[in-house]
């Protein structure tokens, strides 16, 4: 037998609402849930609406007798079958009560676990802010345990500001984005910066160099990137050679299909393909290598043994990619040229000596070296932004991911932005 | 609700091997119903296996499990599902989904095998985060928001879910501080007591030992060697158990008893 406590019970009260109602505006608002965990949430098992109750199931008989609500619990209340009689218990509470004290009697009881508990309790604690007198009959020992339990937990800090209105919200959001943009690029100025001086350093001192990594970076960006490359680029001239050639073909213009795929290919199309693959290839490699190490603390770990990430991780990296880069596009270039060239054997029956003849005389050596000037200066961009990247992750493996996503995003773009801008250069000059 | 002292889990004769490499050879424990069980063992002894090989996450080369009296290998996929919600395991790390927060995490289970409305989703939630010991504000943070003590209570609220009768919990002190780890202790000891819990503890925290065990399982030469209490422990002249419960750190841990 217990009652509950009258001081105190509408402090505990009010506690438990706010408690409540502190859980109930998490559940709505949540944002970061993602589509996969939003499945587990909406799983098979949460719209399974129980028809009949099952025999023995969780029951409460509610009646008011003299003033006296009597309250009796039966059967088994596990939190399986809680459901229903939870609904009944809180609609006795919100509703009027015509009663002055309150029996709950558990003796009915088969099963009682944590759940029950809470919702009996909950149920006294609403009753008692109601100002009735509470009596808990019938409580077992094992119950009893638990109840006190469940009471002792009831009594959180008051918490949960609501959120701020929704148009301070989107420019809060701006001003952060703005503000992060800004960050980003005064670290990326300065990081920039840290891979100029380690150069400088590795010039003065060439000793300092690493041959190994940078061998094993030119092998692993460059000659392993050759197939991908290769494959794509042959694709590519072939498919651009076949839209000219109908195009042209309109106008009785098909022979300057040639002039099409060399000058296309050679200046612009060759490099930004091999560009982008290298990104998607090389770039996310350097962020999520970088980024492991990092968060396994290898990189503090070199720091603490007098080693410099830069010139370990960061130059060869750099240098590996300036050197490859070029080579690779002057070989997409070439598998560019062979694609449109068989093309053009097919479709307009050129033989290969003519095609050869014809794409000399449609280029010059600016065509060529417009190209492969750009190289370098896209795989710096490609490698800064990827070791970058693979520093500035933090502890977890989320942020690896997180970073190495990002890295290949910013590559391709920066790729692209410095191609419109050579492009802006070249015009200017008359090449 | 089963009677105490009657075997909860048994295993029977397990054989685990990783290629050639053997894990377990002929091993057979047995766990009481409200006991807490401490499984110790050297790194390497296949603790984690053990826990692993109960829970049916690993198949044996040989021999049988048997929890709550059933095998599992032979029921049914449905039936299988509904006895797996009679047990809470809590891995090292929490292993708490890292999209959902801890309210959220807690509430999988409800969700997943239960229809019960959203009101009383949060209130059990809220209770069981305040069971656990952590403050009512960390219910609504995400994982990568916890310390690592804070990650493991919630790990063990969102065990504790279903009201299960068997907790597993696999290192539950390792790398916590010395009054975080015997807060813990203090924990386990307090939910046993209010919700007959069975308790499968892996540790290698003699004080954890020392302050929660009924019983303790030595795995040794690919077998349990011993089974029984820290007197038994501490009587036994294996050499290794020796070595373990009468080593330096053991002898700290008893005097503090």
């Known amino acids: 037998m217990k009652d509950v406590r009258q001081t105190g019970a509408a402090l505990a009260v009010r506690l438990w609402r706010r408690h409540i109602g502190f859980f109930r505006s998490l559940s709505g608002g949540s944002r970061r849930l993602?589509?996969?965990?939003?499945?587990?949430?909406?799983?098979?098992?949460?719209?399974?609406?129980?028809g009949e109750r099952p025999q023995g199931a969780a029951a409460c008989h509610i009646g008011i007798e003299n003033r006296v609500l009597h309250i009796e619990a039966t059967g088994d209340w596990s939190i399986v079958h809680l459901d229903p009689v939870d609904r009944e218990l809180r609609a006795v509470t919100s509703g009027e009560i015509e009663a002055d004290s309150a029996v709950i009697d558990f003796s009915g009881i088969s099963r009682f676990d944590t759940a029950s508990a809470t919702v009996l309790e909950r149920t006294a604690f609403f009753l008692g802010e109601r100002g009735l007198k509470v009596d808990l009959k019938g409580v077992n020992d094992a119950q009893q345990l638990l109840l006190d339990?469940?009471?002792?937990?009831?009594?959180?800090?008051?918490?949960?500001?609501?959120?701020?209105?929704?148009?301070?919200?989107i420019l809060g959001k701006i001003g952060e984005t703005t503000r992060a943009i800004g960050n980003e690029a005064q670290g990326m100025l300065g990081f920039i910066g840290g891979v100029m001086s380690a150069i400088g350093r590795t010039i003065r001192h060439p000793g300092r160099f690493r041959m190994v990594p940078f061998v094993h970076h030119m092998e692993k960006s460059g000659f392993d990137a050759l197939p991908l490359v290769c494959l794509l680029t042959f694709l590519i001239g072939a498919v651009v050679a076949q839209q000219g050639a109908v195009q042209l073909r309109t106008f009785g213009a098909e022979v300057f299909t040639v002039n099409l795929i060399a000058i296309i290919f050679l200046r612009e199309?060759?490099?930004l393909l091999t560009a982008i693959i290298v990104a998607g290839r090389?770039?996310?490699?350097?962020?999520?290598?970088?980024?492991?190490?990092?968060?396994?603390?290898?990189?503090?770990?070199?720091?603490?043994l007098g080693l410099d990430p830069m010139d370990m991780l960061v130059v060869p990296r750099v240098a590996a990619l300036m050197i490859t880069l070029p080579l690779l596009t002057f070989i997409a270039d070439i598998m560019g040229l062979i694609g449109g060239?068989?093309?053009?054997?097919?479709?307009?029956?050129?033989?290969?000596?003519?095609?050869?003849?014809?794409?000399?005389?449609?280029?010059?050596?600016?065509?060529?070296?417009?190209?492969?000037?750009?190289?370098?200066?896209?795989?710096?961009?490609?490698?800064?932004?990827?070791?970058?990247?693979?520093?500035?992750?933090?502890?977890?493996?989320?942020?690896?991911?997180?970073?190495?996503?990002?890295?290949?995003v910013r590559s391709i773009f920066l790729v692209i932005v410095l191609d419109a801008l050579f492009a802006m250069f070249f015009t200017a000059v008359g090449i | 609700m089963a009677k105490k002292g009657e075997p909860i889990i048994e295993v029977e004769g397990i054989d685990t091997?990783?290629?050639?490499?053997?894990?377990?050879?002929?091993?057979?424990?047995?766990?009481?119903?409200?006991?807490?069980?401490?499984?110790?063992?050297?790194?390497?002894?296949?603790?984690?296996?053990?826990?692993?090989?109960?829970?049916?996450?690993?198949?044996?080369?040989?021999?049988?499990?048997?929890?709550?009296?059933?095998?599992?290998?032979?029921?049914p996929e449905e039936e299988r599902r509904r006895n797996e919600q009679r047990w809470g395991v809590l891995f090292q790390d929490g292993a708490l989904f890292s999209a959902l927060t801890v309210a959220e995490n807690i509430q999988v289970p409800y969700r997943e095998h239960l229809h019960l409305s959203q009101q009383l989703m949060d209130e059990l939630a809220a209770i069981k985060v305040a069971m656990v010991g952590l403050r009512d504000t960390a219910g609504a943070l995400y994982p990568s928001e916890l310390s690592g003590g804070m990650r493991k209570r919630a790990g063990l609220a969102r065990a504790l879910a279903l009201d299960p009768e068997i907790l597993f919990l696999d290192e539950p002190t390792a790398g916590l501080d010395p009054i975080g780890a015997a807060a813990f202790d203090e924990l386990i000891n307090d939910l046993k007591e209010t919700l007959g819990l069975t308790v499968f503890l892996v540790t290698h925290d003699?004080?954890?030992?020392?302050?929660?065990?009924?019983?303790?399982?030595?795995?040794?030469?690919?077998?349990?060697i011993l089974v029984g209490t820290i007197d038994d422990m501490l009587r036994?002249?294996?050499?290794?158990?020796?070595?373990?419960?009468?080593?330096?750190?053991?002898?700290?841990?008893?005097?503090?008893?």
């Open chain 2, 17 to 75: 091997r990783f290629g050639d490499h053997v894990i377990h050879e002929n091993l057979d424990l047995t766990v009481k119903r409200g006991e807490v069980i401490g499984i110790v063992g050297g790194s390497g002894t296949g603790k984690s296996v053990l826990l692993r090989t109960i829970l049916g996450l690993k198949k044996p080369d040989a021999g049988r499990v048997r929890v709550f009296g059933i095998d599992f290998t032979t029921l």
């Open chain 2, 206 to 224: 003699l004080d954890s030992l020392h302050a929660t065990c009924d019983r303790i399982a030595v795995l040794a030469e690919k077998h349990v």
């Open chain 1, 34 to 50: 993602t589509a996969e965990i939003g499945g587990i949430l909406a799983g098979p098992g949460q719209r399974r609406d129980g």
């Open chain 1, 269 to 271: 199309v060759g490099l």
């Open chain 2, 236 to 257: 036994s002249s294996h050499p290794w158990i020796h070595e373990y419960f009468h080593g330096p750190r053991a002898r700290a841990a008893l005097a503090g008893k």
């Open chain 1, 149 to 169: 339990k469940i009471d002792s937990c009831g009594i959180p800090e008051p918490v949960r500001v609501p959120g701020p209105p929704l148009y301070v919200e």
């Open chain 1, 341 to 408: 060239g068989i093309v053009v054997q097919v479709m307009l029956g050129m033989s290969p000596a003519v095609y050869i003849d014809r794409v000399a005389s449609a280029v010059d050596f600016w065509t060529i070296a417009v190209g492969l000037i750009k190289a370098p200066f896209m795989a710096a961009v490609i490698a800064l932004v990827g070791c970058r990247a693979g520093l500035s992750v933090t502890g977890s493996a989320e942020s690896v991911g997180a970073m190495t996503t990002s890295s290949v």
């Open chain 1, 282 to 304: 090389s770039g996310s490699a350097f962020t999520a290598e970088i980024g492991s190490m990092k968060m396994r603390e290898e990189i503090d770990a070199m720091r603490t």
